[in-house]
């Protein structure tokens, strides 16, 4: 199995993918059936997966997502904590998400939770 690490950068390069990059991307990181859910989506497979990530791209254009704190795992299991970049620096947009691991390495399944949020 490749290292927690590993599959975190993959799952980071799926979400700073451009729109020429980001089906590839999503094989690269995710099982063909792959479960994403937090509090704003709820998603399978490689298509839902990237409609999601275009759609939190285009809500969020120049934004970069980028890890927050070390990577931690254990068995199949990996955590990790993450931030929402502005092309200022700024990062109003925080979480933390949990992944399970396929024996490829790949992510089987996503479960994230949003930590901060900008006021509406």
């Known amino acids: 199995m490749t290292t927690y690490d590993d599959a975190v950068q993959r799952y ?11 089906e590839k991307a999503v094989a690269a990181a995710f099982t063909d059936e792959a479960a994403y859910t937090d509090p704003l ?16 791209r285009q809500q969020f254009p120049g934004f970069t997502f980028r890890p927050l704190g070390a990577v931690d795992g254990h ?13 200022d620096g700024s990062a109003p947009v925080a979480g933390f998400d949990v992944a399970t691991l396929a024996d490829d390495g790949r ?7 949003l930590d901060r949020v900008p006021a509406a």
Not at 12 to 22: C, H, K, S, T, V
Not at 75 to 87: D, I, K, M, N, Q
Not at 107 to 113: E, H
């Open 12 to 22: 980071f390069a799926a979400w700073n993918a451009g729109p020429d990059e980001l």
């Open 41 to 56: 989506a709820d998603v399978r497979g490689h298509e839902q997966l990237t409609a999601a990530i275009a759609g939190a």
């Open 75 to 87: 068995h199949a299991l990996v955590r990790f904590g993450w931030e929402l970049v502005a092309p």
């Open 107 to 113: 992510i089987a399944s996503v479960s994230g939770f």
